[in-house]
């Protein structure tokens, strides 16, 4: 099975900049996608941002411009650069991972969240 360890997460004030990494480990034969979403207090969770193994990226449109997601394949290990935060990005974030198997199955991973707060 595969294993989410997030970090990066803390309190900064509005407009200032964090970096999320979340890396993957355990036994397992392929990482298709991976990706960041987040839940404030008495919200549904919600796709921040996602990334295939090939690149390809997709973003909610409130963090476009602002949020860049990458992955380095080699490492297992995905990143969310989160610029020009603003107090609504208060929530905590998770980390999520998809598995390939050869057989066909797909297996969904969460990571135990890193809270994010923006605040003055």
């Known amino acids: 099975q595969v294993q989410l360890v997030e970090s990066g997460g803390g309190l900064v004030q509005p407009a200032w900049s964090l970096r999320l990494s979340c890396a993957a480990s355990?036994?397992?034969?392929?990482?298709?996608?991976m990706g960041w979403y987040r839940q404030a207090p008495g919200k549904q969770r919600e796709l921040v941002a996602t990334t295939t193994s090939g690149g390809s990226t997709n973003y909610a449109d409130s963090v476009k411009g602002r949020f860049t997601i990458s992955r380095d394949n080699a490492k297992n290990t995905v990143y969310l650069q989160m610029n020009s935060l603003k107090p609504e990005d208060t929530a905590v974030y998770y980390c999520?991972?998809?598995?390939?198997?050869?057989?066909?199955?797909?297996?969904?991973?969460w990571g135990q969240g890193t809270q994010v707060t923006v605040s003055s």
């Open positions: 355990g036994t397992f034969f392929k990482l298709n996608a």
């Open positions: 999520n991972a998809e598995e390939g198997r050869p057989s066909g199955r797909r297996l969904a991973y």
